[in-house]
């Protein structure tokens, strides 16, 4: 009986979580737009940047999209500006690289009053085996209708642009931190990949506090800090950092840094990456910058 009950029970949590997938609101949005869906299946989804202040006219933070060969920026866009209905609403992007191709923009189908929010999207094409866009220009762009004191707008329109925040693809976007590595589990991976999978390089950073250092290079990476590695004793001089991760193509990276903190020179840094993948190898090791 209670075997039963526990069945009924698992049975019960599976239809949930299947629910919850069902439901995804961010994932059923993708989905029902036909361009995004035949790209295929998302690989990553970044957490949100934000490219405007929070009490601007118009607010707009971005979520970059990570797919197979292509990358779709979502644009969320509020309208702020008082007695103003916003149409059209898109963003245009202007790439440094030639070779990073814009692919389809989608604007914000709905009208956005005051306050309301809308999403527009932005796809290009990522040349193969490139894991860094340089700088992406962004312009907010929207036809703007003035309301009359009845709220009705006007039959006219204003084309208007609002500048915003650059935006970049970097390599740790590409990276998906390893939460369920434990220390022995890293440590005999990082035996079994040996010597002739790894990759040393050293660096200044510029920095004059440890913990600062050591943040900026998790932060560039995008890996997990093994068993709380990140943290550094107050009184430290020097610290040790593991980090493991997944990188695009599912390829384990691990990764171990040395920091040492010298009053004349600041922080320095010298850091290991091992991973079957030599590109990959080479890729990380050199985006500390």
């Given at each position: 009986m209670k075997r039963n009950k526990r069945l009924k029970s698992q049975t019960k949590t599976n239809r949930e979580t299947k629910k919850k997938v069902k439901s995804d609101p961010a994932n059923d949005l993708l989905l029902s737009i036909p361009d995004i869906a035949n790209l295929g299946p998302l690989w990553k989804s970044c957490l949100p940047v934000e490219l405007t202040e929070s009490e601007t006219e118009y607010v707009v933070t971005c979520t970059k999209l990570i797919y197979s060969k292509n990358i779709v920026f979502q644009f969320n866009v509020t309208n702020n500006m008082e007695g103003?209905?916003?149409?059209?609403?898109?963003?245009?992007?202007?790439?440094?690289?030639?070779?990073?191709?814009?692919?389809?923009?989608?604007?914000?189908?709905?009208?956005?009053?005051?306050?309301?929010?809308?999403?527009?999207?932005?796809?290009?094409?990522?040349?193969?085996?490139?894991?860094?866009?340089?700088?992406?220009?962004?312009?907010?762009?929207f036809h703007s209708r003035e309301l009359d004191s009845s709220g009705e707008p006007s039959s006219s329109f204003n084309e208007d642009e609002y500048s915003l925040e650059d935006i970049e693809v970097v390599e740790s976007d590409f990276m998906k931190p390893d939460v369920e590595m434990v220390l022995p589990t890293f440590r005999r991976q990082w035996d079994t990949l040996g010597d002739t999978s790894e990759v040393i390089k050293k660096y200044s950073l510029g920095l004059d506090n440890l913990q600062a250092g050591v943040k900026a290079v998790v932060d560039l990476l995008g890996m997990h800090p093994v068993d709380n590695s990140n943290i550094v004793s107050d009184d430290a001089s020097s610290h040790p950092l593991n980090m493991a991760g997944i990188y695009y193509g599912d390829v384990q990276v691990l990764c171990r840094a040395g920091f040492v903190l010298d009053q004349q020179k600041g922080v320095t840094l010298k850091i290991a990456v091992r991973s079957t993948d030599a590109n990959i190898r080479n890729i990380l090791v050199n985006c500390i910058r």
């Amino acid at each position: 009986m209670k075997r039963n009950k526990r069945l009924k029970s698992q049975t019960k949590t599976n239809r949930e979580t299947k629910k919850k997938v069902k439901s995804d609101p961010a994932n059923d949005l993708l989905l029902s737009i036909p361009d995004i869906a035949n790209l295929g299946p998302l690989w990553k989804s970044c957490l949100p940047v934000e490219l405007t202040e929070s009490e601007t006219e118009y607010v707009v933070t971005c979520t970059k999209l990570i797919y197979s060969k292509n990358i779709v920026f979502q644009f969320n866009v509020t309208n702020n500006m008082e007695g103003h209905l916003l149409e059209n609403v898109q963003v245009e992007m202007e790439s440094e690289k030639n070779a990073w191709q814009e692919e389809f923009v989608i604007p914000e189908e709905n009208k956005l009053s005051y306050h309301s929010k809308g999403v527009t999207f932005v796809c290009f094409t990522r040349p193969d085996k490139e894991f860094n866009s340089g700088t992406i220009a962004c312009t907010l762009k929207f036809h703007s209708r003035e309301l009359d004191s009845s709220g009705e707008p006007s039959s006219s329109f204003n084309e208007d642009e609002y500048s915003l925040e650059d935006i970049e693809v970097v390599e740790s976007d590409f990276m998906k931190p390893d939460v369920e590595m434990v220390l022995p589990t890293f440590r005999r991976q990082w035996d079994t990949l040996g010597d002739t999978s790894e990759v040393i390089k050293k660096y200044s950073l510029g920095l004059d506090n440890l913990q600062a250092g050591v943040k900026a290079v998790v932060d560039l990476l995008g890996m997990h800090p093994v068993d709380n590695s990140n943290i550094v004793s107050d009184d430290a001089s020097s610290h040790p950092l593991n980090m493991a991760g997944i990188y695009y193509g599912d390829v384990q990276v691990l990764c171990r840094a040395g920091f040492v903190l010298d009053q004349q020179k600041g922080v320095t840094l010298k850091i290991a990456v091992r991973s079957t993948d030599a590109n990959i190898r080479n890729i990380l090791v050199n985006c500390i910058r």
